[in-house]
């Protein structure tokens, strides 16, 4: 433990220990992403007054607080994680039933979001047990906040919380489907080892813009916006931005031009032709910009009947 985090412990002390912790509760602590340093004084305060740690890796978890200087048996650390979460949980509700204070952590994080956690807490609330929120690092907002997709007028507002798209291509394939339709922002998560397949996978989207974030509050951490079309190329120019855990903010569908003659020419188009052809057809006959008949191609086919006119 660094003497930083020596004066971050007796902060917390000074900041949270006055207030009220009740006993039988599950207090469902963020912890950081990459950056030690982004622990909250209350989280410091709960892991060293709590009876017991649940945690995804009990490994990670120990580690994580001798870095804090909090000491605790590995009696006092109990696993739950995505392969016993069911299971765990009945422990843990026994465990509050008799009175003690119960800290759950994932590996990084907040708890429940993509990480195991949600389980846990349903389990506790059916029982009519308190769970205790404390909030703090998040993958999903910290890239948010750096991704600029706030509405100007061209599109939604509001965002998605995809997370992981499924690892086979085809059932990828149809999800990214599902996404182009999409016109809030959007948020995924994936891991280096299929990174590249996502963004081959996401080159249909053409000039929609995705936001990236890898390695995120760390010290190579890289965020950078480019057309959906440029990522496969953007992943290329560097190797080492294969490396890391990633998260991608697909932003907001740009209004199109929807009138009833676009739909029903594009529509006719996409029931003879490719889609491609289709597209480029319609762009020639209406002076549409190419990339906004292509998204509005991509709706139309997953959703036929909304072209459907009188």
């Known amino acids: 433990m660094s003497a930083s985090f020596s004066s971050a412990l007796a902060a ?15 207090y469902v602590v963020a912890t950081p992403i990459g950056n030690l340093a982004d622990i909250s004084l209350r989280a410091l305060h709960v892991l060293a007054l709590a009876d017991r740690i649940a945690c995804e890796d009990t490994r990670h978890t120990q580690a994580l607080l001798r870095a804090y200087g909090i000491d605790k048996a590995s009696a006092q650390l109990l696993a739950v994680h995505q392969h016993n979460e069911a299971q765990a949980a009945h422990t843990v509700v026994e465990l509050l039933h008799s009175g003690l204070r119960v800290a759950y952590v994932s590996d990084a994080g907040t708890p429940g979001v993509s990480d195991p956690g949600a389980r846990l807490v349903a389990q506790v609330r059916v029982q009519g047990l308190r769970v205790v929120p404390l909030p703090g690092a998040s993958s999903v907002t910290t890239l948010l906040s750096a991704a600029g997709v706030a509405p100007d007028g061209a599109g939604s507002s509001g965002f998605v919380f995809a997370g992981f798209l ?14 182009a339709v999409q ?8 891991a280096p080892h299929r990174i590249e397949a996502m963004a081959l996978a996401l080159n249909v989207l053409g000039a929609r813009k995705v936001t990236l974030g890898r390695e995120l509050t760390k010290q190579f951490e890289e965020i950078a916006t480019v057309p959906a079309e440029g990522l496969v190329a953007w992943l290329a120019q560097d190797a080492n931005r294969l490396r890391g855990e990633f998260v991608l903010v697909l932003h907001p569908l ?16 996409l029931d003879q032709l490719p889609l491609k052809t289709a597209v480029k057809l319609a762009a020639d006959i209406s002076g549409e910009p190419r990339n906004d008949l292509y998204q509005r191609a991509l709706a139309l086919k997953a959703t036929p009947d909304a072209a459907a006119v009188d």
């Open 183 to 190: 016109p809030m922002a959007t948020v995924l998560l994936e």
């Open 166 to 179: 499924p690892t086979k291509a085809t059932e990828r394939a149809q999800a990214v489907q599902r996404l």
């Open 12 to 26: 917390a002390l000074e900041a949270a220990g006055s207030q009220h912790y009740p006993q039988g509760a599950l």
């Open 254 to 269: 740009e209004q199109l031009a929807e009138t009833v003659q676009d739909d029903r020419v594009l529509k006719l188009l």
